[in-house]
């Protein structure tokens, strides 16, 4: 049963363009979702990380908006840049330190 | 941010044989870290939680005898890919919690059984 469901797959983007990827969960539980960025042959990198009681969150170039009765979160990458391309992981625990759920991964391509 | 590392980077072993992946919280001491297995181009599956000091908790379907689990001390966990097949090949990531309850990342290790 996949827990986090992120989509899509796979984004196209003009440099300067506007990334976003979207992420729906089940377990209404979860209440620390973390996004997470990874490059070929690297363990990923923890992007930036919202809680329920919250609905948006911004750090630089990178902002998730979060729908609690839908649930459902996004990751918004502004001001797309080719060192952007990677693959990013929506994830989601219990609590912050509890083991993740990954979702799918969105493998990412900023062309310049 | 807090800094994971693993060693190795990647590994080369022969089927039947056994291999030890280390996992090290750098700069930080951490109560749980959790190992994970990623196939080329899928996402992490979580194998098990390591606490230190108690047994590990694997997830269904994962081996425990197969995949040995040790946390000695704050600092460093251990996976042992005990009697390797070809079909465990992939790459092995742990992460790491702080008492801020983040969750950091190794740089993962490559295990590829001939």
């Known amino acids: 049963q996949q827990q986090v469901k992120q989509s899509p797959q796979s984004l196209i983007v003009q440099k300067g363009g506007i990334s976003i990827i979207n992420c729906a969960y089940e377990n209404t539980a979860f209440d620390y979702f973390p996004w997470y960025q990874q490059f070929p042959g690297k363990g990923p990198a923890l992007l930036i990380a919202?809680?329920?009681?919250?609905s948006e969150k911004k750090e630089g170039r990178f902002t998730i908006s979060f729908n609690k009765s839908a649930k459902q979160f996004s990751l918004h990458i502004m001001d797309s840049q080719p060192g952007d391309s990677a693959t990013y992981f929506c994830?989601?625990?219990?609590?912050?330190?509890?083991?993740?759920?990954f979702g799918g991964g969105t493998r990412v391509l900023v062309k310049p | 941010g807090a800094v994971v590392s693993q060693h190795p980077s990647w590994v080369i072993c022969k089927s039947g044989t056994s291999v030890k992946i280390e996992c090290r919280s750098l700069d930080f001491q951490a109560t749980t870290m959790f190992w994970y297995r990623q196939f080329p181009k899928q996402s992490l599956m979580l194998m098990a939680t390591s606490n230190e000091g108690s047994k590990a908790t694997y997830e269904q379907g994962v081996e425990k005898d197969k995949f040995l689990i040790n946390h000695a001390s704050l600092t460093l966990s251990t996976l042992t890919v005990t009697s390797a097949h070809p079909e465990d090949s992939s790459f092995y990531i742990c992460s790491a919690t702080t008492r801020l309850f983040l969750a950091f990342f190794g740089q993962g290790t490559r295990l590829t059984v001939v």
């Open positions: 994830a989601a625990s219990r609590a912050a330190g509890n083991k993740l759920t």
């Open positions: 919202i809680r329920p009681d919250v």
